[in-house]
Every structure is written in C-alpha cells, then in structure tokens.
C-alpha cells in the first residue's frame, strides 16, 4: 500500500521486516494455487488476497524478490531485533 511504502520511506524502514497483523502468507503445492487464492478472494477479508512468489531451487535456502524497479535482490533474515509492535 502507498501509505506503508510512504512512512517507511520518510522514517528509512524497510517494510519487509516489520511486525504486520493481519495477514497471511500461505504455501501451497504450485497445481493448487489458483484454487487457494480464490478460496482466500471469496472471503470478505481476503479481497486483498494476491499470489506474490513461487518456491524454486533456483537458489536453495535463498528468498530473491523482484524490485519495483525490475531488479532482483536476496531478502536476508533480519539482524538484530525487529522494531516492537505499538499499539
């Protein structure tokens, strides 16, 4: 969303690392994806519902992601402590 891509950028956040409720990231056989997501869409909750990746071996033990800017970048584990949820 734009409004999380905003704060991040003025406070120098990477999102991928922050506490998120509220959301799902679920792992499925390639064959029933298409079925998994349409589950998640029927509901009303699940509007937002996306595939965003596959599972390769490609790069075992490695995640890539795509930029926005059509590039590739390695996703590391995060290094020391994640930022607390406030609320």
């Given at each position: 969303?734009?409004?999380?891509?905003?704060f991040c950028e003025i406070l120098g956040l990477d999102p991928l690392y922050l506490a998120n409720e509220g959301k799902i990231v679920c792992v499925v056989p390639p064959e029933d994806a298409e079925t998994a997501l349409?589950?998640?869409k029927s509901h009303p909750l699940g509007?937002?519902?996306a595939r965003i990746?596959?599972?390769t071996d490609h790069r075992p033990g490695r995640v890539?992601?795509?930029t926005v800017?059509?590039?590739?970048?390695?996703?590391?584990?995060?290094?020391?402590?994640q930022l607390p949820r406030i609320c």
């Amino acid at each position: 969303r734009s409004e999380v891509k905003g704060f991040c950028e003025i406070l120098g956040l990477d999102p991928l690392y922050l506490a998120n409720e509220g959301k799902i990231v679920c792992v499925v056989p390639p064959e029933d994806a298409e079925t998994a997501l349409a589950a998640l869409k029927s509901h009303p909750l699940g509007k937002g519902a996306a595939r965003i990746g596959d599972v390769t071996d490609h790069r075992p033990g490695r995640v890539v992601m795509e930029t926005v800017f059509g590039g590739r970048r390695i996703v590391d584990m995060l290094v020391g402590e994640q930022l607390p949820r406030i609320c």
